[in-house]
């Protein structure tokens, strides 16, 4: 079966930085997304990587490594506003998403 | 610009009874898809569209029934609800669905509780 692993939850302090993981196993591989979702909303699009390496986007940046299976997401300079789940998804070769349950991120002041 | 609009926002049914949710795009994307979410569990998808009168099924379709009349709208519909189906509904959609950085918009979500 095809599976997205990420930790349940995270805590982390305002300021400081945090990764999170993601392992998947799935029929073939066409990309892998990040999406944060704050509680009660919708997800949005936060990053893709498609090659082996890190993709940054100001504060956030995104690896990934493909022979690993593995890819996280770092945030910088955390921000209150930062406290939200984040979802990795994998596009498989059918070019559907398998998404992962999320990480809850917590940010203290 | 709206982006991806679902209606109702809020939904409690009885055991039996049907609903359709609505979901409206106006960024003249061609895929369209409906998603459940539900705790502990990553979204799942339900059914979805590549184009005015193309559907497919996805993951849990069992219990769902979809129609997508036009491309902007795409709908979807229980015909005789059960508890399981208590969850949050999401209408995503993007401009296709099998190239590059596809990213999905998703609509505010439609909470729908079945007693």
């Known amino acids: 079966g095809q599976n997205i692993d990420q930790p349940t939850e995270m805590t982390a302090t305002e300021g400081a930085i945090v990764q999170i993981n993601c392992t998947y196993q799935?029929?073939?591989?066409?990309?892998l997304f990040w999406y944060q979702q704050h509680a009660g909303e919708a997800p949005t699009f936060l990053s893709y990587n498609v090659l082996d390496g890190l993709e940054e986007k100001g504060r956030f940046s995104s690896f990934l490594s493909r022979s690993k299976g593995y890819s996280y997401l770092l945030l910088k300079e955390l921000q209150m506003k930062d406290s939200a789940s984040y979802l990795c998804a994998v596009r498989d070769r059918n070019y559907q998403l398998i998404w992962g349950a999320g990480t809850k991120l917590i940010i203290k002041p | 610009n709206a982006g991806v609009t679902q209606t109702p926002k809020f939904q409690v049914l009885k055991t039996g009874q049907s609903m359709t949710l609505q979901c409206a795009q106006d960024?003249?994307?061609?895929?369209m898809s409906w998603y459940r979410q539900d705790p502990g569990m990553g979204l799942r998808l339900i059914h979805y569209?590549?184009?005015?009168?193309?559907?497919d099924q996805g993951e849990v379709p069992n219990g769902y029934n979809v129609s997508r009349l036009n491309k902007r709208e795409f709908s979807l519909r229980l015909e005789s609800a059960a508890p399981s189906q208590t969850s949050v509904y999401f209408c995503?959609?993007?401009?296709?669905?099998?190239?590059?950085?596809?990213?999905?918009?998703f609509g505010a979500g439609s909470r729908l509780t079945v007693l």
């Open positions: 799935t029929s073939g591989f066409n990309g």
């Open positions: 960024m003249n994307h061609e895929y």
């Open positions: 569209s590549v184009g005015a009168g193309i559907t």
């Open positions: 995503a959609s993007s401009q296709v669905r099998d190239f590059g950085a596809n990213v999905l918009t």
